[in-house]
Structures are given as structure tokens and as C-alpha cells.
């Protein structure tokens, strides 16, 4: 403390460090050397701190000079000081001495009137139980005389103003009553209130037992003023629910047995529902006068209100849940799905309808969190219901989704009932036939699981060999068609399926059969945005608004069944490929049906060519009404180019044949040196080779004029083009030998 309170001599504004600095606790030499370098050079720093140094000293000298006199006095003014301080110790000691006799007697004093603070609160304790054990009997004694008086007033009173005058007795009673309660709670444990207990249970046995007759009179008379008075009385004694289970008992229970009656349930066809309006109608008929005076009606009057009860959800909805369960336990039973809907939909309206009959938002939260009404809500078993929805849909599209692809009915817009029962089971899903609120979570999964096994069939069919549709057996097949002349886009049964022998083992189906699954999976992702409009008002109408959530899962379940299409496509096109090049191969034997045959030169395609495009034309004409323009266009494209590379190879080697087979003639006739003109020819006309040059050439125009009249462009198929340019050399070659 002294080392900061030392005021050092102020140094030239110029010096490298901070004079303070020095008189910090944790001066630290090194640190201070170490943080100088990092701004000037050591010589710098020395020359500083000389600088300084001097100051110090400078001024420690004229420190001494100023007060030299006090620094030589400073050891004669000591001397007999320490006489003076034994002088002072005996007084100092007697002091102390003093001081803490004074403390202990303080002490002392404090510790009595602690003692006798404490008695003094004990004895208030004990005054109080007193007092309150003389409230006690001085409440019985009270209530006994009123009980007494009262009984025998009522012999003389006039039998019109008996029950007012009982009500207003029974009032002072109450809250007499109520202080009583009060008190004897305070005195618990008391030997004296022991020996009054039984004289307080009678009072309150007769207290409840005219408040119980009082009520019911009001009741059955249907005095608003001994309504009133009763229930003020309840409230005043804290026995409002006494007066709701009573009014439970009595009223509501009577006619709740009377109108649930499972044989009249069962034996009419809406006995339900009106046993469901029965129970409505018992508020505004029974309820009226309650409502009224406890503020449950619009037309109470705030002055005479008795707050506090609520009959409807106290008294009211728990005996109907009682009767509900009690007398007709088959409501609850899910065994049979359809009645299960029909029921819990009944049943839910009659709770919305029973909630609009309470009188504000608040009795609607009491109803909601009354225990009652959790157990009838509980006793509906909405997982055994939806189990067994779940077992009829999985069960009835899993047999769809067969080996044996069958049709789907007439009438539906799907080709394949797989299809056709993957939308009906989602339509079927959120029907108001078996859509419930609080399974739309379930359903909802249910849905995007009908959709990803329909994604898994398709990549299931989509990998069967395919056969001939004439080989078929099943009578419910779409080898049947939908049209009389439905047949395989392969016309011949020589194409066989061409898989492989792992492949053997999968169930084969048609051409007409896959053309189907790619025209249902087309139809069923156009309409996977349907699903969305159809799910909304569901989900609206349970508070649920995060429709982008649903829309991106639908979009996800979509996009799953679109990775499907590539291969669907690429199936149909190798299918119709290979049905017409199974005939365009046929143009390997036009030189043998020309080639030492004598035949007339050709002047129109060979049949062959119409058997390769009879493919096409069927996928163009019979499934119109089917698959989408586009998709025919596509698939009839890109099979062409297939088939047109195809043919060009075949094309090409059949006129390289002939080239060879011309050239070596020529060389043989060159080595016989013979006079003939035409080693295969007939009387200087064309050569068979030219009329196989020919030949080709009218099948490859006629082939491309078809093509055209399919309304496709030939410039669009790969190969065409050289096929064309094939044939012209071919044409002309034998165009210029015969000319």
C-alpha cells in the first residue's frame, strides 16, 4: 500500500518506458528489458535509464535536505516511550475486564427473555386451540340449536314458504358449517374434538341429506330459488362435486339407462344415431334450470350466476360414458372394419355435437381433460382397426402384384389390375369410408408404402424374359386383350426369349404385357399429384399445414417410379428391334432366290419387308388409345434405328457376297476363255447379281416409304442414311451394267 501511494519524479516526455512501471508489485527486470527492446535499441535504453537514475537521486537528496531535522529527532523523541506504554496497560486490561462482565451479563438478560418469549408463544399456541376447540363446540352447539328450532318452526310454517325457509336455513347452516370445518382442521389431533366428532359427522350426514332433499326438490319443481340456494350452500361447505355426482345419480343416470339399449341398437337401422340425439336432447330438456343458474346458458343473468359447477362435464358426460361402456360394449368392437368406421364416426360427431352444447371455450378444455373422457376416446382401438385395413389392402394388392399379370376390369383406366388396384388402394386409403383423423399418420405411411411396392414390381417385371403371347395359358391374362385382337408385338413364335439361364426361373410375360406396365406407370405418375389434392382436405381438417413435407414425399415416390421408365423403354424397343430384324434378316436369301433361277427381274419389294414392319404398325395402331403419341414415337424411333442399323449390316454384307461372288465368275470365265456373255444370265439380259442388287434396293425404298407413312422422318434414324447411300451404288451399279 505504501509502495503506490510514493509519488516518483516525473521524467522527460521522451523516456522509452513508463516510470510507474516500476513500482508495480510484479516488476519483473527481464519482461521490463524484453518489452523496451521491442521499441528501441539497448544503448537507447541504458542512456534512458541513467537518465533517470539521476532524476532519482536528484531528488532523493533534496528529500533528505527538506526534512533532515526530523530524521536527526527522530531517535531522541523515542525515549521513554516504552515506559508510557506500561503505564497504559493496567487501565487498558481493567477496561477489558469491565466490558465483558457488561457482555455476559447482556448475554444473560437476552437468554431470559428468549425463555420467556418462547413460553409466551407456547401459551398463545395453546390459547389458540383453545379458541378454536370453543369455535368448535360453540359451532355444533349452534348449528344443534338451528337444527332444533328449525324443526320445530317447520311444524307450524305454511307448507308454500317451507322449502325457501329451509333453504335459507340450511344457507346459515352452511356457512356456520363451514366454519366448524375450518376450525376443526386447525385443531386436529385435539382429545376434545375426538369426543365432538361423532356430533360433527351428524350434523354433516344431516347437512348432505337436506341439501340431497333440497336439490332434488328444486329439481322436480323446478324452483330456480331452491336450485339456487342448494347450490350456493354446496359451494359454501366446498361440496360442489357432491352436488354434481348427486345430480349424476339421480337425473342423468335414470335416463341414460333408459335410452342405452343394445338391443335397441342392433335392431334398428340408425339406432345408433338416434340413440346418440336421444342422449343430446337430454341437456336442453333436464339441463335447463342447472345451466341457467351455474351460468352454463346464454340467457343467464350474471347477478344470480352460482359459479363454480359444471354439470355437463361433471355430472352430465360421465354417466354417458359409464352407460356407453358399460351397456354397450360391442360399440367398441373393431372385428368388423365397415361398422367400426360407421360407429367411431357417429360416435365422434355426438362428442362435437355434445361439446357445442357447452357454454364456453373454458367447460370445452374441463370436458377435453376430464378423465371420462380420455377413457371413451381410449376404448376405441384404432390400432386393431387400421391392422386389419392394413391386412385387406396389402392382402388384395399383393395378389394383384402376381406372376400372372391379369388385366384390370372394364371401366377402370389402367391396362393391368396391378395398377388398377395400387390406385384403388390409395383411393380406398383416404375414403371417408375408412379415413380416420387420428390414423392419418398411418395411412399416410401406408400410401408411400403402396407406392414403393408398386416401384419394386415394376423392377421386378421389368427384368422377365419376355415371350410369345400365343404361348400363354392363363385364361386371366392379358393374353385375352382388352380387344378381340390383341397379340404380341412379336408375330413370330421363333423369337423365343432369348434370356439368360439365370433368367429361366422368372415368369415370362408378353410384349402386350409390358407395353401395359409402361402405359399404367406413365398414367399412375401423371396422376401422383391427384393423391395431393385428394390428402389436403384430410390433413386440413386435423391442423396439419405442412403440405411442402407431403408434396416433396409424393415428388420422392414419383421420381422412384420415373427410374423405372428407362429400362421399361429400353425392353419394348429391344422387343420390337428384334421382332423386325427377325425378318429383315431375310434379305440373306434374296441371293439364293435369284442366283441360277432363271426368275424375272424384280419389280417389288419382298414380302419380308411388310412382315418386319407389321410390328410397328400394331404398336401404332392398336395402342392409340393406350400409350401417349409421344412415347409411341419414341420407342418406334428408336426401335427402327436398331432394327435400320441392323439391316444396313445385313444389307451390306449380302451385296459384298455378291461383289465376291461376281468377281470370281469373272475371273473363272477370263480362265475358260470362253465366248459366253453371261455365265448365269439369260439372253444378254440382267445378271443375278444386278436383279439381287435390285431386289435390294426396292426392299430398302419400300422399307424407308413405310417408315415414312408411320408419319416418322427416315433423316432421324441412325444408319438410315448409309443404308440409303448403300443402295443407290447398288442401283446404279446394276442400272449402268444393263444399260
Known amino acids: 500500500m505504501e509502495a503506490k501511494k510514493m509519488n516518483l519524479p516525473r521524467g522527460p516526455e521522451n523516456l522509452c518506458f513508463d516510470k510507474d512501471e516500476f513500482m508495480k508489485p510484479d516488476f519483473d ?7 523496451c527492446r521491442k521499441r528501441v535499441q539497448l544503448e537507447e535504453l541504458r542512456e534512458d535509464l541513467e537518465l533517470y537514475y539521476k532524476l532519482l537521486k536528484t531528488a532523493m537528496v533534496e528529500l533528505i535536505n527538506k526534512d533532515y531535522a526530523d530524521f536527526v529527532n527522530l531517535s531522541t523523541n523515542l525515549v521513554g516511550m516504552d515506559k508510557a506504554l506500561n503505564q497504559l496497560s493496567v487501565p487498558l486490561g481493567q477496561l477489558r475486564e469491565e466490558v465483558m462482565s457488561l457482555k455476559s451479563c447482556v448475554s444473560e438478560g437476552i437468554q431470559a427473555v428468549d425463555d420467556r418469549m418462547t413460553k409466551q408463544e407456547d401459551i398463545r399456541r395453546k390459547k389458540m386451540c383453545v379458541l378454536r376447540l370453543i369455535h368448535v363446540i360453540q359451532s355444533v352447539e349452534k348449528i344443534e340449536k338451528i337444527l332444533h328450532s328449525q324443526g320445530s318452526k317447520e311444524l307450524s310454517s305454511l307448507e308454500g314458504n317451507s322449502s325457501l325457509l329451509t333453504g335459507q336455513v340450511l344457507e346459515r347452516i352452511a356457512t356456520e358449517f363451514n366454519q366448524l370445518q375450518f376450525h376443526a382442521v386447525q385443531s386436529k389431533g385435539m382429545p376434545l374434538l375426538d369426543k365432538v366428532r361423532p356430533r360433527i359427522a351428524g350434523i354433516t350426514a344431516m347437512l348432505q341429506q337436506s341439501l340431497e332433499g333440497l336439490l332434488l326438490e328444486g329439481l322436480q319443481t323446478s324452483n330456480v330459488d331452491i336450485i339456487r340456494h342448494c347450490l350456493r350452500t354446496y359451494a359454501t361447505i366446498d361440496k360442489t362435486r357432491d352436488a354434481e355426482a348427486l345430480v349424476g345419480q339421480v337425473l342423468v343416470k335414470p335416463y ?82 365397415d361398422v367400426f368406421h360407421e360407429k367411431y364416426t357417429t ?19 374441463r370436458l377435453r381433460a376430464h378423465p371420462s373422457y380420455h377413457s371413451f376416446n381410449n376404448k376405441w382401438n384404432l390400432p386393431v382397426y387400421f391392422q386389419i385395413r392394413f391386412r385387406e389392402i396389402a392382402g388384395a394388392l399383393e395378389e394383384a402384384l402376381s406372376d400372372t399379370l391379369e388385366e384390370a376390369p372394364d371401366g377402370s383406366s389402367y391396362c393391368l389390375l396391378a395398377t388398377h388396384m395400387v390406385w384403388t388402394s390409395l383411393l380406398k386409403c383416404w375414403s371417408d369410408q375408412m379415413f380416420l383423423p387420428l390414423l392419418a399418420h398411418r395411412l399416410w405411411k401406408l400410401s408411400l408404402q403402396i407406392l414403393a411396392r408398386y ?43 432369348g434370356s439368360s439361364p439365370e433368367s429361366q426361373t422368372l415368369p415370362s410375360l408378353s410384349s402386350t404385357q409390358l407395353v401395359y406396365v409402361a402405359a399404367d406407370l406413365d398414367k ?6 391427384d393423391i395431393l389434392e385428394m390428402i389436403k382436405p384430410k390433413l386440413e381438417m386435423i391442423g ?41 434378316k431375310s434379305a440373306l436369301e434374296v441371293p439364293r432366290l435369284y442366283r441360277r433361277t432363271n426368275k424375272e427381274v424384280p419389280t417389288k419389294a419382298s414380302p419380308y419387308v411388310d412382315s418386319a414392319l407389321k410390328p410397328f404398325y400394331r404398336l401404332q395402331n392398336e395402342y392409340k388409345g393406350t400409350l401417349k403419341q409421344p412415347m409411341i414415337h419414341q420407342w418406334l424411333e428408336s426401335a427402327l434405328s436398331e432394327s435400320t442399323q441392323k439391316y444396313y449390316e445385313t444389307v451390306s454384307d449380302v451385296l459384298s457376297s455378291v461383289k465376291k461372288m461376281e468377281e470370281s465368275l469373272k475371273r473363272l ?31 430398302v425404298e419400300y422399307y424407308g416409304e413405310q417408315i415414312q407413312k408411320m408419319g416418322l422422318e427416315t433423316s432421324n434414324l441412325k444408319g438410315f442414311s448409309a443404308l440409303t447411300e448403300l443402295i ?12
Request: charged share 25%; proline share 5%.
Open 256 to 337: 341414460v339407462d333408459e335410452v342405452v339399449v343394445e338391443q335397441y341398437v342392433q335392431s334398428h337401422p340408425n339406432g345408433l344415431q338416434s340413440m346418440y340425439n336421444r342422449l343430446l336432447e337430454f341437456v336442453p330438456h333436464h339441463c335447463r334450470l342447472l345451466r341457467e343458474v351455474t351460468g352454463g346458458a346464454i340467457s343467464s343473468e350474471k347477478a344470480d350466476i352460482v359459479p363454480g359447477y359444471d354439470f355437463l362435464v361433471n355430472s352430465v358426460w360421465p354417466e354417458i360414458v359409464h352407460g356407453l361402456e358399460e351397456k354397450l360394449p360391442s360399440l367398441f368392437n373393431p372385428g368388423n372394419p
Open 455 to 497: 416401384s419394386v414390381f415394376i423392377g421386378e417385371v421389368s427384368v422377365r424374359p419376355i415371350s410369345s403371347e400365343n404361348t400363354k395359358e392363363s385364361k386371366k391374362s392379358v393374353s385375352a386383350g382388352r380387344k378381340e385382337s390383341s397379340v404380341s408385338l412379336s408375330p413370330s413364335e421363333e423369337q423365343g426369349n
Open 669 to 699: 470365265k477370263q480362265a475358260r476363255r470362253t465366248a459366253t456373255s453371261n455365265p448365269v444370265g439369260t439372253n444378254g439380259g440382267m445378271s443375278d447379281d444386278n436383279k439381287i442388287r435390285l431386289q435390294l434396293a426396292l426392299d
Open 524 to 529: 399412375l405418375q401423371d396422376q401422383i399429384p
Open 728 to 739: 443407290l451404288t447398288a442401283r446404279d451399279q446394276a442400272t449402268a451394267e444393263q444399260s
Open 544 to 584: 396439419f399445414k405442412n403440405m411442402s413435407c407431403i408434396a416433396g414425399a409424393l415428388e420422392d415416390s414419383k421420381t422412384s417410379l420415373s427410374a423405372c421408365v428407362p429400362t421399361l423403354n429400353n425392353r419394348i424397343i429391344q422387343d420390337l428391334s428384334e421382332s423386325s430384324f427377325t425378318y429383315l
Open 29 to 35: 527486470v527481464d519482461y521490463f528489458v524484453s518489452d
Open 347 to 365: 360416435s365422434m360427431d355426438f362428442v362435437r355435437k355434445f361439446e357445442r352444447q357447452c357454454g364456453s371455450q373454458a367447460s370445452v378444455k
